[in-house]
């Protein structure tokens, strides 16, 4: 089902499969999704409404078409001569590392505006998962994708050290700067399925192809819906809030944030529902 | 081998099975060894003792009875009208907040002071391994399970956000924030042993039943006991300090620790036994 | 290939094997290649004058013999009478401890440079990887082994915590404070490849002896050293900086790396050639 | 002299009055300078601007009329029953609480769009700079202010604990958590332009009324814009990363930050010009 | 007043001179309120018991007699042949060293039982305030003086480097690790009122003798106490949270804390009581 | 007294004018003791000889002739073709980068040298302390100055951000990023020692000239030298630890390196001479 609400993006496409969840789908499979400028501005602003849309709970993430979840950055749009690097239109290295900088902070925020989402974000990929493809579903909560999804920390082969957040938030989603790690990251070659699931960067490899894929990532979603809001979003918050923090300092935090939150009906309505056997319904978040 | 010095508690037996290694069991197995009230005091005291006995090398943890590790919270007295988040008997939510923010700081504590206990923690689970049981065990420093162990983070369930340590210590006892924390953090799912083992959380899966993870438990901590105890604790000690910090950071922390350490008599015996392929005994600490 | 440039080293061969590639061997075999007093500070000045060389742009490094990476530190040694432990010369236990602390320091500087090492570094181990086998490897930045290969943090069994870098980076390197962190290093005991491999310490068991583990080496190693080292060597540097950092911290210190290296020649150079399909060459860095 | 660039504000005049320097004067002159709603938003838009503005080399900010920097948040409007507090329409109070903490954190966000400003701000203060006006002084660089100034952290004073700034920055910019912010802050008690000197708030207090004020800080502004902007504005973001790190990172942070801006052509400019005794002049940034 | 709710302390005299104002005494005075064994326990059993006091919403500390706040610890008493240093009955210096270990452990843990304390502490100091004086006052919020208090850091006069506090807080207390700070600590040579003031320790000196000094400490302490208890004790809270922080941190903990805290019906009360030129009264904390 | 010891450097003048004491000369008066290449290399291997040599208790720095501490840098020199930023030979912005990175920590390394140095460190300054003379005396202990010394954080004059220490360890010295410290550090504008001690940065203004200055930086290097080694040496490596890190962190840290350092002979000694009114003697450390 389509919504209104969420109409008028050229590269993404919106909809609610069902109660509370919704669908968003990177849309240019002409070009197995990659991305290139304005992707960027509708990608950030999506995900900001979506973070504080109260009718939301879950949110999936796939690619278009049969061949990609995304290829990356388009590069041969970022090989145009007017592109950032090649036209910043300056002789001096310190004015050229000026606007270099600032084009990154401008891309990081894209995709941390994906991590920074209050609702989880699920990530459900197949074909190619190259380049971007990792940075974004790094900055995802919870990553499926099929058994042939083809996964690359490509940028090196471009030439450079990968900007936007993969090399950031791997070791956080895998768990350290692992030997595997550094051998994907500094060589750039490709991974298997498997070999994602080996290493922990998906938790599950689904049989069979897209469609079921999609199915079990809409299941999960709708499962993660059905809990409280409060307690599942809170969760999320304080699991992103451990990492590069000492344990005491989290528990501090995990106090304070809960010192609101455990006021909530969600408990006792969550409570009662578990002693009654019933299904409890929460109020929109 | 039941010890007078550890007598006097109501939830938890203390034995001494060997020399130098003591038994801490949760006894409430008619109600799943589910935690109320006065266990929290019990927990927090025992640990802060065992801590610095001088006579004790190892300890080993596990759950009376056949069915439970321990089911974790006893929700039903939790939803008693005279607990702390319905008998606050403040209107005002900041006032609410306070009281709810000390309650939750004196739980955490009291599960701190297993994971600051000098001694170190072997958890051995078997059965129901649920909520607080999660929070428990991460904050021991070894996990071993029989294969029909079942856990699961499930807090999420009860409409919060698991606040006495899980979410703190799940994700340095694993590795990182990974998809499959997130994913059974955020659902509430349960999981297997063979997936708490693929995914670091046990580091054995003991083939048989209770009675075979207690001996192999017993084994392992009996091989510890047989360690210098200021290289195991000295290890231990090290080892917690490096979460959240830098690797230099934890260098010279770990030069300044040694410092005191190396000048041990231990270093001397063990050093000599090895050479003469004796067994080394050691002064208590 | 051997260089002249890299003779003169009594425990360490230096060869070329291929262009930008230096193999590292340590060269102690009679004693299973153990350390002692002499070998750190060739080490040390061997991994800091790599780190600059611009003809380098990838670091193999292994044990001679069959038998062994490296067993350690030479225990016998280190209990002769006039080892720095031994012979402080000092009754006063604060004094003995700044004498000890400053040799700890001493010999974590050694293993440092290799952390350091500006160039990436790929452990090849087989038989013995014991205690300093452990620091050793965990400061390279990829680990690979034979099936047969034993591996140990042997420092309890000397009545010591692991002092030269294990305890601080083997939880980078393998992720997080796991259970089997915490089970291997207290107890010291051995545990084998398929192990180190499922447990994240090594990234691939080749299968065959030590000749074809060198041979996988090698070819890993030179596919590296085709890739644009600007890229390598950015990619290395970042992701060290991510441990203990957060990710919005070192999302930043990305962005200024970059806002440099973003303007190497590589960049066009990398993406022509990929546009193109040919390899590309790379200045010396 | 107006500049059309800039016009288009409601709340804020803003003025070039000399080259590369932009005067924003806090323009609620009726109301005291105090702060609501639309302000906040047009306060972000402003200072986002100006930070990449490559014409802009100094910030000059004050409040317009002869009574008040500003005299905080606008406690009139605050008490309106539609305010985000009153208004919130949640019985729940962990609902409340998620509405609370996003409004809180938009205003934060538009006082650090002023601190993260990557040209220098200079604040000149005259009668009141209460509450928010600490909250945004603080997010300067540089503060001034006439002998008459009133200050005061005038939260608590509203039942609440300063949360737009204040509490996070004050500990920086005068230099830790002493004795004097903890008087002022837990007490919301004035303090004059002399006790705000001696603490190092303000590092100058101009002597006369809020016409020499503005002359000194404007001649302050035009001497900042005759320096090197590659280098102003690089010595302003080092010393923005030094609070709450180590000596060593920040060290690190500052090696990588000049390995592009050392490249300048700022660097012979200002060398040569040095020399030879005359004024160097530098392009935009 | 004296309460009976207080009484029962052997070295403290507890009274309550107005009300939601408590005064804590030290009181030994016939040995300048020096410190031994006994008196740790007291001062942390007090201070847990008063943070959690909700009738109590400021504490004033001072010592009893004309002659000392404290003269720090009682270096006879730790001669004496049964302390722990000389007692520790082990031969092994690791084994002493744990065991002195646990006993610092155990002293820094009475003197942060006082800067952990929830409500507002303020050190109101006179005659001697050597060693632990500073200990313990850095540990306080605020510091009051008369006019001829002498201070000293005196530690390094018995051989030991300050291990109860001063090294940790008087950096945070008095702004960064100054040439004022380093020069008292490394020398121990005394310092007046005067410099005290000068370098930020104390934020008044309080002209006249003792008895100023506590009618001053006590205004202000009633002042304190008439304001809203949430406001100033999340004040004390957030500020306390800032050092060895980020600005970015401790923004985000604010809007954590305040996201319950402005719920309370004391900011409804105290901006109605300001648009009312009223006195506003406060429930409870 | 000259040393045999000591001498052999050619910028330096190396002499001990009392027990224990030090006195390092910066000796290059011609040139107003501005520095370029093989004097940092000098300065390194000064500082690192002693730091570890026992029969050292304080250094004192200061700088030969009557008109200057240093006047930093040789800009002279510096402005070569053959020096590293002209000559690095790569036309690449990136191959430049690495070069001028590398360069940047060696000189950064040279001065942390004095700041890693185990002895404490006077800067005893008079004439121009400019550019690098407050890199230097920022990374120094304790900074006495004669009242017509004259300050600058002279870089920004030169087209860069400071990079060698001042941005990163003035804030720690002075106490915050306060308003006085970016006023100084964005616009290299000169101060005067007045307004040094007012802010901090020298703790004691020496009235006369540079004899006067001598004598009393004399005298209190003297004062140091005469306590307890450990104590003093110990004092400043934990002060130094403080600086990034929590109160929580640096108590532990504190209690780690006193495990040790409390079996000091020093501390009977200390207390003993103090109960019998005698001055101690401490063995070399």
Redesign the interface.
Known sequence: MASRRFAGYQFFNLTVPSQHVIHVEINRPQKLNAFYGPMWFELKDIFAKLS?DSEIRCIILSGAGDRAFTAGLD??D??KPDNT?SASG?????????V???H??EL?EAI?TV?RCEK?VVALMHGYAYGLGIDLSSAC???FCTADTKFCVK?????????V?T???L?????????????V?????PFSAQEAQH??????VVAGGKAELMQEGLD?AN??AS??P???Q???????A???????????????????????????????S??QKKS?T??K?
């Open positions: 504080v590069v041969e970022a090989a690097i300056f002789a001096d290295p310190s004015r050229k590392a000026t270099l900088r600032r990154i902070v990081q941390s991590a989880p909560d919870i990553r940028e090196v082969d471009i030439g450079l050290a990968a900007d957040g090399l950031s938030r070791p956080k989603v895998v768990g350290g700067v692992t030997s595997w790690v550094k051998e990251c500094l060589s750039a070659r290493n922990n960067f998906v938790s599950r999960f499962y993660l809990k409280s409060v307690a599942v809170g969760t999320k918050n304080i699991l992103d451990a990492w590069g923090r000492t344990v005491e300092d989290n528990l501090n935090y995990t106090a304070v944030w809960n010192q609101a939150m455990l006021q909530s009906t969600d408990v006792q309505r969550a409570i009662l578990g002693l409890p929460f109020e978040l």
